[in-house]
Structures are given as structure tokens and as C-alpha cells.
């Protein structure tokens, strides 16, 4: 098989869901078809297709035949234009949207306002998955409260739990008078299943508004980016991950880093970084920018750095804010700055294990040292807000003096550039910006929380993104996993953006198979927290494939995961011919020895029993 | 490179250190030797090399000759002999040893009689990991407190926190009084540093018997298993994993099989399972046994299931019984016994989404449900008992109702037997037989800890020993991540064993890459938590390791990783010269923005200004 096949998924199809609010709104999601279950009488019955969150854009349209020399279409261009306080300037040679003068046009100013875009309705419809479907299919399934298995149950427990107004739930189809009285009628829930968060059960644009009002959560946008599929990053909704691409001084070319997006994008990354050092910089990022249907993020300092002939010496303000807004103005949606990492804490550093590792924090504490003065992205901090309110490009404060190593976790420069994100969130929330703070980094398990707690105090709850945590330091080669670890357990604290590491961090270069297998590593962290979290659906995934395996459905199984192309390569290679995907045993055991087997038999004389009575 | 280069460590030798109440005792230790530091002005020092911990047995010394044929040397037969309370016996051409009549010969009955046994110094000077050469190393190098790194000051501050007595220490070479008092001075605490769990800093024989003879912990000991090097489980040791082998109907012979025993020891398995369910199993766990430097675990039911033809009716006390004591006399340290599964509790697996997935607790269910009879193995549990503790086998007393899916986690069957496995724990000590409990299983995040607080309430603080847990049914084909996910979660809270999960689980049987991958998996989880745990000496591996990466020594960094080939080759994809392996970049950022080389270069700035006051 070769890779251009796996950018298919198997037995699905791409679904769209409109707005209400907004008709013009219509939500992509990637429908999963099941087969039916066979009941040992031969009676069947039909399983609902289960709908996933699809982070591919147009390219996960199996009627989409655009080229990436075309891009994709620029789907939110009319609701930013219909909004009318952006305006198109062009100058020399170049076009592009900025806020008319005195106008707030981010997404946090019209929250601020009461304001629902169709983007906070686009982001709300996204984070229900579908949910109103699969509810009303258990409803008509199992009226009964005494048929409903366990699983079923548990789930409308969760969805009682928080019950939303009950006009809203009329509103949707199926959802009577009769069927809220039924509902009323749960009391079983076991204690420990609550989870800490405060997730709702039923995600409205109101509720999308509010969070982003409060600061809680982000839209990244840039209104030069209308290719881009709205998505929200925050604590109380589905946990997001990055993906980084770029290409170095050493390698890749303009077409192949498009080839990554995709590829990572296809993957399942719901935000892409570009990372570029080298050559040609800005036109990588046009090409990536055209041609991405999730907010991309970059360092503009890297670029900067270029354009002073990697001299560090000789950054200076000028050359950052030329760069920045050379950035907002092609669409980037997202920049790290590393506006915390303060001169006094430079020296600090001396004394750690491993330094400096981040590339951003390394360039700005040298320029500190070698100039004696304050970092300049600190001191130029309300321009650089003012910049990024003119074209809704959100920021993610960097976090320059995150650890590089257990010995260095929650020491004293990385908390005190903590302290400084914050007071520059505030700063940057005056002028209407969408904010989010970076996070560590090496970190080991028991010191994840602090960083957790310390940053919803200090940073005002703010969005935390983080770059794993790697929980140990001894397995280079593995450390997708090291940082799954730590990124699954953050996530489930309330992270809510995973930035991925590759297993080839601290290594090398990662190539396409180490990012297909670093996105689904982290979508599989981020989905764990999802599910202790308490996102009302996101179990229901769970629960189909698990049916789909105790009824021995295998193309169901496969089709169901995260990579069903791996699934069903590793089921091949043991049983590989086409018979043994209906075979009611696996491979692991054998006929004789199949524990879903027997426990089926026993399911079956109980039914039977049953019946008997 | 083909795979028996694989079983080399590069840059690694044998050592042995002695015991001192039992100089008969030598435990083996992997060292890892470093390579010199060069500073800036040109100036070198020395690393210390690092001790690991070694579960490869003869093995993994250079200078072993032995073959598979002959097996390993029987290194515990003399200390069993000498104890005089065993007896040889010879009958249908079969010998073994078995405890004299009235002898309780376990580690056990000897810890609870405060005996000190050869087995416990050994695992008491494992546990230690060469600590004592590490700390004299530190204080030689760093004499003044206000000289040394926060990483070294960290080291020593844990060290101090639990101080041995001082004539301990003086009885170490080179802690005289001068260097205790230089200790006392010591004062800085990072609060968030410390850890929940109550690990003492320096693993002594009489710690190790007392912990035994608690319940608390356990060394899997055969005495028919004299080429079994001891070690302990328990949660203030070192957090412990286990590989799965093992042949099936469908593949698999028995060389095949000890070659993986090799493979899965060489990687860190620090026990091994024999899950055979095909034919020959009795000769395929004789070669495993002779060939085995870690305890071998078993599920007797499967063999006693194949007596009777694989027909589970056909089942009863009598064969189990002289299967039990079959795989006893033969060597087999440590049996999974599914007991705690009731007949009581089987309907109420009929509502779960997954029923039955555990092996012996299906066909045991199945067993119970033919007969309308209660499990034999809990009706015959005194007998069962008076066996094992015969030769002392441990047991592991089997979850045989895990949840199989998210949704049937911490359900009332799993609760429901977890008490029993408590009720049969605390009757199993009454014979000195040594106990652990098995766990789930697929269990989200946030019902972890309801699994571990509730398993060390209602089993008196025996060791748990989990499958996982998987956080989400969603990845097959990276289960050995949700796995390990959330075994790094479980094993932070007192989870004193993992039980791998390889990327083919649900899907096939694993290959030789699978265990590998598997097993280094599980040593990095495991290793997360002992950070985590604040096990005294698992973070001067990461140290080193980390100091290496800071100075570019990158063969260093290869070998003190878990598993250096992987890590060399990743980095030899990107940059495959030799002499980039001395290069002071790496290929992820190019020469001019590199953070390591930046950060390194404010710190020689910083050592410079220091000289100049």
C-alpha cells in the first residue's frame, strides 16, 4: 500500500452539519459506517454510524477536487467581510484584510460584546460530534430503563447530569416532553465516575461566547486565513493537539512541507506549527497557508533571525515588528512569543542541567546578554498586542526557560517566566487579543500539577499548551511516548492544547511515518483526557469499537480506530487471509481459548434464560 | 545489523557487588561507562559511569560461555540446600525439591520469622542500584555547597531527607564525619519535590525482609527455579514490568520461545509469563525455566485445560491440582489463580459491553455456569494454599472479571471480585504463601486511582499488578502506549508491577520488534514513576543522561538511553557521519539555532564574569 492510500479512511464518509444561527455554517465531520450485529439467532440489528471530529478540511471530501496549487477555498471570506470593519489594503504587490481604525475584530472583542459569530456557532456544532443523533438512537432503542446495559445507562447518566433548558432540548427533533420524563427517572450514577472538570453536557454558542469572553478558551483566525475551519482551544472542550513541520537548514523543500500538513492534518492534528529556518521562508508559508484548513502557528523570531543573517546581535525591534506583521498579513493565526523570558533570569540558568532549550528562549537570553538590556519583545509588548488585534492573530506566550530535563522541572527560571505570562496575558486581553500560555517541556509526574495549578492562578485561566511533558529523559527514540505520558495526564488537569514530539525528538528529523505515528500517539493522549475529562460523547467511540470487537466485527474494529490502516496491518500479519476477518476468535488465543468467545456464550445462555421466564 | 548484535549493550560492562551478611551473594549490574567532559578552554573531567539495573542474568556478561542446552547455572541451589529444610524427591524419573514436612520454607514464613535470607540482601543491594559510589562521586566533586548545580544539590537534599543512621554511613567508605556534618548544612527543600510515597532512601536487607513480612512486598522464588536471580515487588521498590510469552495453537515452537525469553529479558522484563496454550507445554516451560535468570509466571487453567481436551465441563479440582503441582515441582515461580471469580458474580457480566476478556476468567465463568457450582478454585483455596507454599510459589491471585472496554471499568463485577481477592490474600499469608493481585484492564484516566486506593484497602497492601490499564479503547495498534499511559498513572500511585501490552494486543500475536517496543515501553513508564515515587537513585540515569545531551556527547547520550540502537539509528537517518556525532549541533534546528549551543554558550559567558570577580 502506498502512502497515498492511507489518506483515505476506510468505510467513511464526509458529513456536514449546518448552523442554525448561521445557515451558512456547515460543520464537517467524517461519518464511520458499521455493519450490522448478528445475534446468535440470526437476527440482526443495525449499529448508527459513529461520527468523528475531522481536522482534514475540504481534502476529507471525497468530492473535493481542488489542487494545492489552487488552495482551498476561502471559506469564511464572506463572514468577515459581511462583518464590516475589516478593510482590504494593498501595497506593493500585496493584498491583504486589516481592522479598520478603532474597530475590534477578533473574536474575544465580539465575545466581550455578546456577539455569536458563525465561527463560535462553526466550533460549537464541531465539539458536539453529533451527540443529538446518538442520543435519540439510544432513546429509541432502549425505552426501557431496565434494558438498557450498563454503558447505556452510564451515558445518559452523564447526560442528565447537567440537563440543558428543557426548551432547547425540544427544539431538537425527537426529544419530546416524554422522552425528558424518562429521563428524569435515572437516579443511578455511579460516585466514581465524576470527573473534575466543569464540562457542559451540551456545547451551545452561547456557552462557545462565554468562554472566550472569559478568556477561558480561543479561536485562532487571522482574518487573512478565511481557508481555515474554526476550532477552539480550551480546557473545557476537547483537548487539541499540534503538530510542528518546517523545514531546517538541512532539508526539505516548499512542496514537501505542504505534503507534511496534509499529512498530519489527515492524521488528525488540529493545529499545525510552521517551524521553517531555512531559505524561502516566507514562501513556505504561503504555500502552507493556502493550502491549511487548521490555524497555523508559527516563531516569527526564527524568521527575524534570518533576515539578520542569523546574527543575533543584531535583532532588534524594527526587524521583529516588520516580521510580525508580514506574518499577520499572510494569514498566520497563531505566533509564540517569548515575551517572559526576562534578562534577570537569564543568568539563573547557568547553574541548570540542560540550560536553555528552547530555540526562541536561547536567541532572546543571548540578545539579553550580549546587549545588557531588557528583552525587547517584553519592552515593545502593547505594540506587539496591537499588532495582533489588527488581524485576529492569537498569541501563545512562549515559555523560552522551560526545563530540558527532569533535574531542571519547575525550578526557579521556569516559574518566574510563568509569573510574567501572565501579567502579560492581562496586558494582552486589553487590547482584545485571543491568548493562550506555552508550557514545559521535561517534567516528571509528580511535578506535572503544579505547573497545571500554578498556571490557571497565575495566567487567569488562560489556555495552557504544552510540549508534552516528557516524563523521563532516558529513552530517546521513544519519547512520542515519555511525552504522551505527560501530556495525557496535564490534558486530563486541564492542558488544553498537546504539543506532539515525535519519537525522533532529540534525535533527528522526524520523516512522515514518525508524524503519522506521533498525531495519533498524541490524539490517543488527548482522547484519553477527553474521557476522564467527561466530554459528554467523546465515549461513544470508545463504546462502538468495544462492541464492534466483543461481536468479532473486525473491519468495524479497524475502521473505528485511530489508524485502521495500522490495526488492520498488524491483524494481517498473523491471520491474513480475508475469512478470518469474520472469524469469532483472534489470533492471540485461538478457537479454543477465545475469552470474548466464551463470555458471548455466556451472554447468550443468560438472554436465553431470559427468555424462559 | 541483525538482531543477535541487538543483545549487546554498547558502551557497557558486567559488575558485580557483593553481599556483606551473605558474601555467597553477587548481584549483577550493567555499568555504563561515560565518555570525558571537554570544557571551552579546553580543560576535561570525568563522568562517573552509571549503574543500571540488569534482569539479563549470565547473559549479559561478556564473559558467559553457556548454552541454551545446558541451561543457566543454578546459582540459589546451594543457598537453598544449606537451608536444611528442604528435601529432594525422585519419582517417575521426575526430581524436585519440596519443603520437609512442617517447614515453612518461603520467603515469607523466613521474613515474618526475621530471618534475612540470601535472596533478600541480594534484592536489597538491586534495589540500591551502586547508590553509595554515586553519592561519594558527588560529594568529591562538589565539597562546597554553594559550588554545586541545583541538580546535584536536588540529589543530595533527598538524600538527606531520610537519613540513615549515622553509623550506617560511616560503615560506608568514605562518609566520615566530616562529610555528614557538611550534609547537616544542607537546607534548601523544593516543597512540590517531594512525593507521596513512603520510600526509604537507602534499601537495606532488614527493609527488604520487613516489607516482606508485611505483605507488602514479595521476591517470586521457586526453590525448584535455582537459575532464578531474586528480585522484589512491591510498591517502595523499584516499579517492576512484565513480558508476556508463550506459544498458541496457531504458532510458535520452543526454541522460538526461549529465544524470546532472551529477547524480553534483555530489553528489562523483569518477570516472565508463559502463557503456552498449544501442544508440548510441559517440555516448552522446561527449557523456558533452565533458561530463565527472572521469576517465570503461569496460568496453571490453561494447562489443565488442555488435559481435558480443551473441554471446559471436563474441568475439575483433580487435574488443576496435579497441574498446580506439576508446574510447581518443575520450577514455575509465581501462578495466576482466577479464585476470586464467584458464580455469583458471573450474570452480572451479561449487561457489560465486553463480558468476560479474561482468559482463565472466562473459561472459569463458563466452568461455573455449566455446573450451576462455585468455582473450584475458591472452594479448594486451603489446598491450593498448603501447595504453593510448599515450594514456595507466589501467587498472583488473577482479575478474571477485568473490564474489557472503557465502559465496564470499576463496574460492580470487577469490584466485586477485587474484595474477594482481598478475602483470599489474607488466607494464602496464613500458609506464608506470597501474594500478589492482578488488575484491570481498560480503565479511563479518572477511575485509576478508585482501582489503586481501593486495592490496597480491601487486599491489606499486597502488591498490585496491573494489564495497563488502557485509557481508551480507541488505538488498537497503540495499545502499548494506552497501556503504558496508563501503567506510568497506576505505578505513580503504588502499582508495584506492569504487565506489558504489546501494539499487536486486540489485533495479533506480537514478533520480536512488538516485545522489544513493548518492553522499553514499560521500562519507561515504570521509570516514570519511580521518579515520580521518589525512588532514591532513578534519576541519576536521566541526570547523566541529560548532562550528555547538554554537551554533545552523543554516543553517551545513545548509551544511557533504554535502548541506545534505536536511539543511534534515529539519529543516523538524519545525519549519518561519524563525525556528527562529535558535532556541537543536532540536525533538528542546523548549526546556527541550536538552543543547546546558545544556552551552553551563556553558560561559559557566566563562568567567565565569575572568574573575573
Known amino acids: 500500500m502506498n502512502q497515498s492510500d492511507l489518506l483515505n479512511y476506510p468505510g467513511s464518509h464526509r458529513v456536514y452539519e449546518q448552523g442554525k444561527l448561521h445557515p451558512e455554517v456547515k460543520v464537517a465531520f467524517r461519518e464511520i459506517v458499521q455493519s450490522d450485529t448478528v445475534l446468535p439467532n440470526g437476527e440482526t440489528h443495525s449499529n448508527s454510524p459513529i461520527r468523528v ?15 494545492i ?9 464572506d463572514w468577515i467581510a459581511r462583518r464590516g470593519d475589516v478593510e482590504e489594503v494593498c501595497r506593493d504587490g500585496r493584498v491583504w484584510m486589516q481592522a479598520k481604525p478603532g474597530r475590534g475584530i477578533t473574536q474575544r472583542a465580539y465575545a466581550k460584546h455578546g456577539i455569536i459569530t458563525p465561527e463560535m456557532e462553526y466550533v460549537a456544532i ?18 426501557n430503563e431496565k434494558s438498557r446495559p450498563d454503558y447505556v445507562q452510564h451515558e445518559l447518566d452523564k447526560f442528565t447530569q447537567e440537563m440543558p433548558r428543557p426548551s432547547e432540548l425540544e427544539a431538537i427533533e425527537g426529544f419530546g416532553p416524554n422522552r425528558l420524563e424518562a429521563r428524569e427517572n435515572l437516579s443511578y450514577q455511579h460516585p466514581s465516575r465524576k470527573s473534575g472538570a ?30 481555515c475551519e474554526p476550532m477552539i482551544i480550551g480546557r473545557n472542550f476537547l483537548v487539541k493537539i499540534n503538530a510542528n513541520i518546517g523545514n531546517s537548514s538541512l532539508e526539505s523543500t516548499m512542496a514537501k512541507e505542504v505534503e507534511k500538513l496534509r499529512w498530519a492534518v489527515h492524521w488528525g492534528a488540529d493545529t499545525v506549527m510552521d517551524l521553517s529556518t531555512g531559505k524561502d521562508i516566507h514562501m513556505t508559508r504561503e504555500w502552507i497557508l493556502r493550502n491549511s484548513p487548521v490555524p497555523i502557528g508559527t516563531v516569527p523570531i526564527y524568521q527575524a533571525l534570518e533576515k539578520v543573517n542569523g546574527r543575533v546581535a543584531d535583532l532588534n525591534w524594527d526587524v521583529f515588528r516588520d516580521t510580525l506583521i508580514e506574518q499577520a498579513q499572510q494569514g498566520v493565526d497563531y505566533v509564540t512569543i517569548h515575551a517572559g523570558l526576562l534578562l534577570r533570569f537569564v543568568n539563573f540558568t547557568a547553574r541548570r542541567m540542560s540550560g536553555i532549550v528552547s ?31 489588527t488581524y485576529d492573530v492569537a498569541v501563545s506566550i512562549g515559555d523560552g526557560l522551560r526545563p530540558g530535563s527532569i533535574a531542571d522541572a519547575n525550578d526557579f527560571p521556569q516559574l518566574a517566566e510563568l509569573e510574567v505570562q501572565g501579567e502579560l496575558t492581562m496586558r494582552a486581553w486589553k487590547y482584545g487579543v485571543q491568548v493562550m500560555n506555552e508550557g514545559p517541556g521535561h517534567v516528571p509526574l509528580h511535578l506535572i500539577k503544579e505547573n497545571m495549578s500554578k498556571q490557571l492562578a497565575w495566567c487567569f485561566e488562560a489556555p495552557f499548551y504544552t510540549l508534552g511533558p516528557l516524563v523521563t529523559d532516558i529513552a530517546p527514540g521513544y519519547d512520542h511516548i515519555t511525552g504522551a505520558i505527560g501530556g495525557a495526564m496535564i490534558a486530563q488537569q486541564g492542558c488544553s492544547m498537546l504539543c506532539y514530539v515525535t519519537r525522533k525528538e532529540h534525535l533527528g528529523l522526524p520523516d512522515k511515518e514518525d508524524v503519522r505515528e506521533a498525531v495519533v500517539t498524541y490524539k490517543l493522549a488527548a482522547h484519553a483526557a477527553d474521557l476522564a475529562k467527561g466530554h459528554p460523547s467523546a465515549q461513544l467511540r470508545d463504546n462502538a469499537l468495544s462492541k464492534a470487537r466483543f461481536e468479532f466485527r473486525w473491519d468495524d474494529q479497524f475502521n473505528l480506530s485511530l489508524d485502521p490502516y495500522k490495526a488492520k496491518e498488524y491483524h494481517d500479519k498473523t491471520l491474513p487471509h480475508a475469512n478470518a476477518k469474520k472469524a469469532h476468535f483472534c489470533s492471540m488465543c485461538g478457537p479454543d481459548f477465545c475469552a470474548m468467545r466464551l463470555s458471548q456464550d455466556i451472554r447468550n445462555r443468560d438472554e436465553k434464560n431470559n427468555n424462559l421466564i
Open 53 to 67: 471530529y475531522d481536522c482534514s478540511g475540504p481534502w476529507g471530501d471525497e468530492n473535493y477536487q481542488g489542487t
Open 126 to 143: 464541531r465539539e458536539n460530534l453529533g451527540r443529538e443523533q446518538t442520543f435519540r438512537a439510544i432513546y429509541d432503542k432502549y425505552p
Open 69 to 77: 496549487e489552487e488552495g482551498l477555498p476561502p471559506m469564511r471570506a
Open 198 to 227: 466543569n464540562m457542559p453536557t451540551f456545547f451551545t454558542s452561547e456557552y462557545v461566547r462565554d468562554e472566550i469572553a472569559a478568556g477561558r478558551a480561543l479561536i485562532p483566525v487571522n482574518i487573512n486565513h478565511p481557508e
Open 359 to 389: 530555540r526562541g528562549g536561547s536567541i532572546m537570553a543571548k540578545w539579553c546578554m550580549i546587549h545588557e538590556q531588557e528583552n525587547f519583545l517584553y519592552v515593545h509588548w502593547d505594540e506587539i498586542c496591537a499588532i495582533l488585534a
